[in-house]
């Protein structure tokens, strides 16, 4: 029976239907959730590291990067805040027990790491739908999580058709279930 779930979600418009299908089983088995949102820099949509080198042609420049860096990344921060604050209260208004974390890491790796610490039962997240040369270079959170992970993943996908010749998104639905 599942007691406690693991929703990993990103600031991807994919996360509501994340949240939606681990609120509908926790509901289903009176499940806790721990929703997760790992700060990493490679999220889509974080602020870009400014590049300071070595020799400082503009004094004061490079200074100036890392102030603007660094407001973008607490919006950045406080925005992952808000979003897991709203899938919280949401969650707790249905009568599910529902706590949050965002913390600052390698996703994949924070996901496997947090699961198991925390004992979950079952991770639910999304997956971009990336392959071939991008999942290569850009890595696959989701393709770490199942193979690393110390319970069972239940992936969500945005399945992708081909209409015209240009690939569409289509609605999210079940994927699969990896059970260890």
């Known amino acids: ?101 965002q913390p600052l890491g390698h996703p994949g790796r924070t996901i496997c790491k947090l699961a198991t610490t925390w004992g979950a039962d079952l991770i639910i997240m999304g997956r971009k739908g990336r392959s071939g040369l991008a999942e290569l270079l850009l890595g696959s959170v989701s393709n770490y999580v199942v193979h690393h992970a110390p319970c069972s993943v239940h992936i969500v996908h945005l399945p992708i058709s081909i209409q015209d010749g240009e690939k569409v998104v289509a609605e999210p639905t079940n994927a699969a279930i990896t059970s260890k």
């Open 1 to 101: 029976m599942l007691k406690k779930i693991l929703v990993a979600l990103d600031r991807s418009e994919m996360a509501q239907q994340v949240f939606e299908q681990a609120l509908a089983l926790a509901k289903a088995t009176q499940a806790n959730l721990l929703l997760l949102h790992v700060l990493s820099p490679q999220e889509e949509g974080s602020p870009y590291l400014p590049i300071i080198s070595n020799i400082d042609y503009y004094p004061g420049l490079s200074g100036q990067n890392f102030e603007l860096y660094q407001k973008q990344w607490d919006t950045f921060k406080y925005a992952g805040i808000q979003m897991l604050q709203s899938f919280s209260a949401q969650a707790n208004t249905a009568g599910i027990s529902t706590e949050f974390d």
